[in-house]
């Protein structure tokens, strides 16, 4: 059984890795120099890749903040809809998960 005290160093961990990548994201998106259409054109379609991972990655963030906020709460690991008790094996599969197996479905 993993404790709370590990799910938040996982959780943290986690996080500085997001952020990290979503800065190198942010970077690669400003970057961009191409003069010539067909450039410019396989440029778009990485910056489209490119924008829908950074958007995963915000929201993967929002949720993992909320985890952290309800680490400090007391209350992680209880589903936030129905207040049962989240099983181990979801949480060590989605340890941000606000919701147990059947408030989630």
């Known amino acids: 059984m993993t404790s709370t005290a590990d799910r938040k160093t996982q959780l943290e961990a986690r996080l500085a890795d997001l952020k990290g990548r979503l800065t190198g994201i942010e970077s690669e998106l ?52 129905c207040g049962a008790e989240i099983s181990q094996d979801r949480l060590d599969v989605l340890p941000q998960t606000p919701f147990c197996r059947n408030c989630a479905a």
């Open 30 to 81: 400003d970057s961009h120099d191409a003069k010539d259409w067909e450039d410019l054109a396989t440029e778009r379609e990485s910056d489209e890749v490119l924008e829908s991972m950074g958007v995963s990655g915000q929201q993967e963030i929002r949720q993992i903040e909320a985890a952290l906020i309800r680490i400090a709460e007391g209350e992680y690991g209880f589903c936030a809809k």
